[in-house]
Each structure stands twice: as structure tokens, then as C-alpha cells.
């Protein structure tokens, strides 16, 4: 042992920490790709809901006007006219193919 070990210990070892890198940056891999198609999923999701942060807004925008002081309530007779308020505000914002005039 002149110059120090030559050997890096059993032949086993030499096995065993290449297959611990490699399933290591096996499972890391697997890891970060679940993660990034997660959030591509959950992206997707949330742009085919057909309520989003406009028609949260939208909703905020008419409710404001049947209950300015933003107590949380309206006056049942106010109702009606508030989903009519919504659904037209919906309506608007559909394409309009085939209703100009010829």
C-alpha cells in the first residue's frame, strides 16, 4: 500500500452504483415530466371551463349594479332581471355568423 488503495472495493459496488444513478435520474425524470404535464393538463382544463375569470367578472360587474353597496344580497324582484342581464351579456359575446343582412 505504497501509493494508496487501488481498488474501489468488490466488483458489486461498481454494479450497484450505476444502477443506483441511472434509476435515480430514471425517477427524477419520470417526476419532472409528471409535473410539467400536470400543469399542461391543468392549463387545459381551466381554458375549457366554461366559467372562467371573464365570466367572473362579468357576473361581479352585473351584481354590482342590482347591489352597490356590496352587502352580498339583492331584492328578489331584482333577480330576473339580473340572469336576464347575464344572458345577454353571454349572448354578446357569441359570433354573430349569418345574422348581418344581405
Known amino acids: 500500500m505504497k501509493n494508496g488503495p487501488q481498488e474501489c472495493g468488490p466488483p458489486l459496488t461498481v454494479a450497484y452504483f450505476l444502477t443506483f444513478v441511472i434509476i435515480g435520474v430514471f425517477i427524477l425524470t419520470n417526476m419532472f415530466m409528471s409535473i410539467v404535464l400536470n400543469g399542461y393538463n391543468t392549463s387545459n382544463e381551466q381554458e375549457k371551463m366554461r366559467i372562467n375569470s371573464d ?12 347591489d352597490p353597496r356590496a352587502e352580498g344580497l339583492i331584492k328578489i324582484e331584482h333577480f330576473n332581471n339580473l340572469l336576464i ?18
Do not use: N, S, V
Open 85 to 102: 342581464d347575464l344572458i345577454l351579456a353571454e349572448l354578446r359575446k357569441l359570433p354573430t355568423k349569418g345574422l348581418q343582412d344581405e
Open 55 to 66: 365570466t367572473l367578472d362579468q357576473f361581479k360587474k352585473t351584481w354590482m349594479k342590482y
